[in-house]
């Protein structure tokens, strides 16, 4: 006998309301009121096996609106993965519990992606649809053929990040990127009435989506607006109308079901108005059996692409572009011998793009792409192409100015895998990625950032323009590497390192100005190092300049002068903290030894240098905005020149 649908979906509600009551914290009202659409979605539709969730070729789902996890913890569990467990979400919301308050790629099989931050669930499921499209025109059909469905909710589609991702779905008209809309009206404060008044269908036609809506608690009539997306060439939105709650007779279709414990009395009322007899976290046998099948049909589409990829002409180069193992072949090697033979003057955004020239002519899965500043970033390079709607097999994507956007759809193309993405904006305008950043870094993503225009060294765009605390706050963030290289070679070297990161971002900040060469060898990497000695000191040593980037070859003229005054100065470039506060004791006493004044020189805020220069130390940086001026005049005002930093630090010499 065939169970009804209803009694499916209560297995998801039932869950829910006993994981929040008994973890007293969490959103019972959302999985409540999106289960009929989420067992419809896996009984008929998603392709997924349960004993591989690394499959390359399933489909990926995506809980945007991350609030709700029980969600995706209900729905995993029924569906036959190994884990969540019945223990797991006993222990829901709990210290070293998988059933985390929300969603983490990094604690289940099965979760494509971290999501709580509104929207970029919805966002990163953009990218991840695009690297489908990308690696279905590489590799064919016969080995690339998902979708991407996506559950979002009101607040997912108001943060304006939304606005972002969708324009850029429509514009290269994504069609197997499904959004299903938890449209339940309902928000933390209230009725969305409260809030807003759009007309969010109109909005989603208007950018070049298909869009239908269907009633959240119908069976059929869900499955009539999922045929009707899966049969359109554009990207779809289902606006699925429900009540958030759902069951809850007392609650539902208020916000008191959004984000706390529905409460004992209320659960009872629930389980009888459900006809859910079944004691806490027990799933009757019929039902976990009903559940479980909807699997074993994804193992045996499994078991098909597995021959199909067997008997394929591709499969060495398939398995070896989703393995993420990347290694700079050839061009690169050759651009760094060309980097001593004839050592370069040039920005570092410059360096970057001839990196970039030998990395993508040897590298097929790196993507890469820029948020409208192109020909600033210098992101784009011989080897890639246009990624259009009419040619998804090209490497580069033009964002449009969507930094936060682009940033989140990186996250989404490294999660799906097969792509290393790499994209670019001003480092000031980090501002606006960081929210998907700090989603790169706590995803442990291998995901580029090029960052151009990194001090007051871009010049007459103004304070508006130049960044000042970026650094250091981008230096704070857990698990991103921040490089800031001195010239060509370091430039070389910090991209070889940022794409060896496999669990981590990397964030590249470059200058606009013309740099002069320091570095006159490449036989080891030594920015590997974070900070090396780039020049020992000729007289006693007295001081140890610590410079960044374009500061590096102030801090050498600084050297000349105290050099000149008797005062050995050793130069270190520290490339980057993070790598230098990963070398041993050892290795840091002798870079920043505690006989020597250290003193820090860098075109920011001096805040966090303490760290390295103690409290006797100096710093040199701008703790103030900027200023719109020429470099030259810029850097003298600041006081960021020979003459004005040598004087002091002969001053604290005594001299």
Request: hydrophobic share 40%; charged share 20%; net charge negative.
């Amino acid at each position: 006998m065939t169970l009804p649908e209803r009694q499916l979906a209560n297995a998801i509600r039932a869950l829910a309301m006993d994981a929040v009551q008994a973890a007293n914290s969490g959103h019972p009202g959302m999985p409540m009121g999106m289960a009929d659409v989420a067992t419809v979605l896996y009984s008929d539709y998603l392709k997924f096996d349960p004993s591989d969730p690394k499959w390359p070729d399933r489909d990926r789902f995506v809980l945007s609106a991350g609030h709700g996890s029980m969600l995706a913890y209900a729905t995993l569990h029924l569906a036959g993965y190994a884990r969540p467990t019945l223990g797991d979400i006993r222990n829901f919301r709990q210290l070293n519990s998988p059933c985390a308050g929300h969603p983490e790629n990094f604690e289940l099989d099965g979760v494509e992606t971290t999501t709580g931050p509104l929207g970029q669930g919805l966002a990163t499921a953009v990218g991840m649809a695009i690297a489908e499209r990308h690696l279905n025109a590489v590799y064919g059909d016969d080995l690339v053929d998902h979708r991407t469905y996506v559950v979002a909710g009101d607040g997912c589609l108001m943060e304006g990040i939304n606005h972002e991702a969708i324009g850029l779905a429509g514009h290269l008209q994504l069609g197997r990127l499904t959004l299903l809309w938890d449209d339940n009206k309902i928000t933390i404060d209230g009725s969305t009435d409260l809030s807003t008044s759009e007309d969010i269908a109109a909005r989603y036609a208007a950018t070049g989506w298909h869009v239908e809506s269907c009633d959240g608690h119908d069976p059929a009539d869900i499955r009539r607006a999922l045929d009707a997306a899966l049969a359109d060439p554009r990207p779809s939105l289902i606006a699925c109308r429900t009540i958030i709650g759902f069951g809850a007779p007392n609650k539902q279709g208020t916000s008191a079901t959004h984000g706390a414990p529905l409460g004992a009395d209320e659960i009872a009322a629930a389980r009888i108005e459900l006809g859910w007899t079944a004691e806490p976290f027990v799933i009757p046998a019929d039902i976990a059996s009903a559940w479980a099948a909807f699997g074993e049909k994804g193992k045996a589409l499994h078991a098909e692409w597995n021959d199909r990829l067997a008997n394929s002409e591709k499969k060495s180069d398939f398995e070896a572009r989703l393995s993420g193992k990347i290694v700079p072949g050839d061009a690169f090697k050759a651009y760094l011998d060309g980097l001593v033979a004839e050592p370069p003057k040039v920005a570092t955004r410059k360096a970057s793009e001839n990196t970039l020239g030998a990395l993508t002519a040897d590298i097929a899965a790196l993507v890469g792409g820029s948020a409208d500043l192109t020909g600033s970033n210098n992101t784009k390079t011989s080897s890639t192409k246009p990624l259009t709607k009419d040619d998804y097999s090209g490497r580069y994507i033009y964002y449009g100015i969507r930094e936060f956007g682009m940033a989140a759809a990186m996250n989404g193309m490294a999660l799906h895998g097969g792509i290393v993405p790499y994209g670019g904006t001003f480092l000031v305008f980090a501002d606006y990625c960081r929210a998907a950043i700090r989603l790169s870094a706590l995803q442990q993503q291998r995901v580029v950032y090029v960052m151009t225009h990194d001090s007051i060294g871009l010049g007459e765009d103004g304070p508006t323009h130049q960044p000042i605390e970026h650094l250091q706050s981008l230096r704070a963030m857990p698990n991103l590497l921040v490089m800031r290289p001195a010239d060509a070679v370091e430039t070389a070297e910090c991209w070889a390192l940022a794409l060896a990161q496999e669990s981590r971002p990397s964030l590249l900040a470059l200058t606009r100005q013309n740099l002069p060469p320091l570095r006159h060898d490449v036989t080891e990497n030594l920015c590997a190092k974070g900070g090396y000695r780039l020049r020992d000191a000729a007289a006693a040593r007295k001081v140890v300049l610590v410079a960044t980037g374009s500061e590096v070859s102030l801090a050498m003229d600084v050297a000349d002068k105290l050099e000149d005054a008797g005062h050995g100065a050793d130069v270190v470039s520290m490339v980057s903290t993070e790598l230098f506060d990963e070398q041993d004791a050892a290795y840091q006493a002798d870079i920043l030894p505690d006989d020597a004044l250290i003193v820090s020189i860098e075109a920011g805020t001096t805040f966090g240098w303490e760290r390295y220069t103690g409290r006797h130390g100096l710093r040199f940086g701008i703790d103030s905005f900027g200023a719109s001026a020429p470099i030259e005049d810029l850097f003298k005002h600041f006081g960021l020149t020979a003459d004005a930093i040598a004087p002091q630090i002969l001053s604290k010499l005594g001299n």
